[in-house]
């Protein structure tokens, strides 16, 4: 008889016991992918949604520090600015190798305009950008698209009694209020914020960026690199990451997948020990079965080699049913999880992962019941009798 026949005979004999290993590592490795798969799919999504919640880049004119001090006395220092970056420059943005890792660029013009007697300090912007780089803003009415609109802060609303519909004369043009911007607590509320052309009409600014906001953060991208890269593709700029952002973000990212791991590593273990002391039991069940194996001339690597084939069968079931019992639970857990926004990605390599971890826990939790069983001797396990 051969030894997988005499596995699958023994599995179906004592089919109580193999659907008990079954059970237990398939729920170890159906949490353990479970597990995974929501941290992926979360992460995933969290970084979809970090990419382009603010920027972690910041591009702005070159400019020189003139110290001043005397005798020990610091007298302060004056910012020398040559002049604002060209607009067309910002298409060598595209040319640097991490250009995949730039979720949004959103080039901004600064000045100074009159209205109503008063200086008073207007943004221009490219609206598609802008919004996506501040997606915490509170709009009343609508943010602006084109022309001579504008969307205004919350101290110029209350300062000049402004609502949504209103004229205003800026530099001698017309502009329409479109959205009135609701308090943000930064310096947003100060200004008048236009589409980006009108700005630097206005401004006398066409063709001049005064700074650049570039949002780019995912799980590979160096940040550091890609400052790097800007700054050759730019070379009259100075470009800045701001490192509190990018480091905070990552660091929230890494601390979830870690505690995943973690909990994953505990089940894993907890499922060796289940096969370790169930193939123990089956040891010193089965020792008069084993006794006469070895009496009819099997060799002790016949009996290891019959223990593991068990284990093994046993294993990938688990790990195949555990599996697709995971992917199951994580398709369920979903939906109530981050407003239901996170999707599931299939992973083969997750896959492929789970049974042959499935595999690797339940031969080596068998391995020591195996060698135990093999080196049984033929009469004291008939003495056993």
């Known amino acids: 008889m051969r030894l997988e026949h005499i596995v699958f005979h023994n599995l179906r004999r004592r089919k109580g016991r193999a659907i008990f290993l079954v059970i237990g590592l398939m729920i170890g490795v159906a949490t353990v992918v479970t597990l995974l798969s929501l941290t992926d799919a979360l992460s995933m999504h969290a970084q979809h949604e970090l990419e382009n919640f603010g920027a972690n880049i910041i591009v702005t004119p070159r400019s020189e520090q003139l110290n001043l001090n005397y005798g020990g006395v610091q007298l302060g220092g004056v910012n020398l600015v040559p002049h604002e970056i ?127 906001e570039i949002a780019a953060l995912c799980h590979d991208c160096p940040v550091n690199d890609m400052v790097n890269q800007l700054q050759q593709v730019l070379p009259e700029t100075d470009v800045q990451a701001v490192q509190q952002v990018v480091k905070t973000r990552m660091h929230a990212l890494d601390q979830f997948r870690l505690f995943a791991w973690g909990v994953a590593v505990t089940v894993v273990i907890i499922g060796a020990l289940l096969v370790f002391v169930t193939m123990m039991g089956a040891i010193s069940e089965r020792t008069r079965e084993i006794g006469i194996f070895r009496a009819i001339g099997y060799r002790r690597r016949h009996v290891l080699h019959l223990v593991l084939m068990e284990a093994a069968i046993v294993s990938v079931l688990a790990g195949v049913m555990g599996y697709l019992a995971g992917v199951l639970a994580t398709l369920a857990a979903l939906p109530l999880l981050d407003g239901g926004k996170a999707v599931w990605h299939l992973n083969p390599a997750l896959a492929v992962a789970a049974v042959a971890a499935a595999l690797v826990v339940g031969l080596v939790a068998a391995l020591q019941p195996a060698l135990r069983a093999s080196r049984l001797e033929p009469s004291e396990a008939l003495r056993a009798l």
Request: hydrophobic residues 45%; glycine residues 12%; without cysteine.
């Open 86 to 212: 060209e607009q067309v420059s910002l298409v060598n943005i595209d040319s640097i190798p991490n250009r995949r890792n730039v979720a949004t660029i959103g080039p901004k013009v600064l000045g100074t305009v009159e209205m109503q007697g008063q200086r008073v300090m207007m943004m221009g912007v490219d609206p598609v950008a802008e919004f996506k780089l501040k997606r915490w803003w509170s709009i009343a009415g609508r943010p602006v698209e084109q022309g001579a609109e504008l969307l205004v802060g919350d101290a110029l609303v209350k300062r000049f009694g402004l609502a949504i519909g209103d004229t205003l004369q800026i530099n001698g043009q017309d502009f329409t209020v479109v959205g009135l911007l609701a308090k943000t607590g930064s310096q947003d509320d100060q200004l008048l914020i236009s589409p980006l052309s009108t700005a630097q009409s206005v401004l006398g600014k066409e063709g001049k960026i005064s700074m650049v």
